[in-house]
T-cell receptor, first 111, second 114 residues
Framework: NAGVTQTPKFQVLKTGQSMTLQCAQDMNHEYMSWYRQDPGMGLRLIHYSVGAGITDQGEVPNGYNVSRSTTEDFPLRLLSAAPSQTSVYFC??????????FGSGTRLTVV | GENVEQHPSTLSVQEGDSAVIKCTYSDSASNYFPWYKQELGKGPQLIIDIRSNVGEKKDQRIAVTLNKTAKHFSLHITETQPEDSAVYFCAATSGGSTLGRLYFGRGTQLTVWP
């Protein structure tokens, strides 16, 4: 049981490039979320999903897209990277929408 | 939406002392309050949670209290140890139409000195 797996762990992008952050969970959890963590700002919700085929926006969705074609995977796409998207990104999953299990994070730098 | 405030932002204690971190929330419909511990370079880890039908919950050296009337909840760590040093986050959610959305405080950096 691997839990929540995020790849890559580190990434450097140039402004304007696009990329996808991968997230997979093997716990058959319905709920999955993406958060970004910035110094002094806590964790802010980007997008979340309550099940396959269902996604919704969080607090800071601009510049990001998500899809949920399977229960296991919830990729986060950056359409055109900007320096303001430099952050640490966490994916999390839950079976009932409350006690989330977090992945180990992706540290993204946009130059 | 929900607004969660957390205090203090930093906390230093001597090993063996107690540590208390406090959070307030704005949405009276919130009914689930988890606490997460984040060690350097790792993702947040759920350490304890409480639901609105309970006033206090304990797990060994960790306890959480909830005052729904005042809309605040607190994390208590007794007999602190150096390995308790980490960033702690509180969170709240109301379920219902917002089920799946956790709102986090900004975190407390706890340092336990040996």
């Amino acid at each position: 049981n691997a839990g929540v797996t995020q790849t890559p762990k580190f990434q450097v992008l140039k402004t304007g490039q696009s990329m996808t952050l991968q997230c997979a969970q093997d716990m058959n959890h319905e709920y999955m979320s993406w958060y970004r963590q910035d110094p002094g700002m806590g964790l802010r919700l980007i997008h979340y999903s309550v099940g396959a085929g269902i996604t919704d926006q969080g607090e800071v969705p601009n510049g990001y897209n998500v899809s949920r074609s399977t229960t296991e995977d919830f990729p986060l796409r950056l359409l055109s990277a900007a320096p303001s998207q430099t952050s640490v990104y966490f994916c999390a999953s839950s079976s009932q929408g409350d006690g989330y299990t977090f992945g180990s994070g992706t540290r993204l730098t946009v130059v | 939406g929900e607004n969660v405030e957390q205090h203090p932002s930093t906390l230093s204690v001597q090993e063996g002392d107690s540590a208390v971190i406090k959070c307030t929330y704005s949405d009276s419909a919130s009914n689930y309050f988890p606490w997460y511990k984040q060690e350097l370079g790792k993702g947040p880890q759920l350490i304890i949670d409480i639901r609105s039908n309970v006033g206090e919950k304990k797990d060994q050296r960790i306890a959480v209290t909830l005052n729904k009337t005042a809309k605040h909840f607190s994390l208590h760590i007794t007999e602190t140890q150096p390995e308790d040093s980490a960033v702690y986050f509180c969170a709240a959610t109301s379920g219902g139409s917002t089920l799946g959305r956790l709102y986090f405080g900004r975190g407390t950096q706890l340092t336990v000195w040996p």
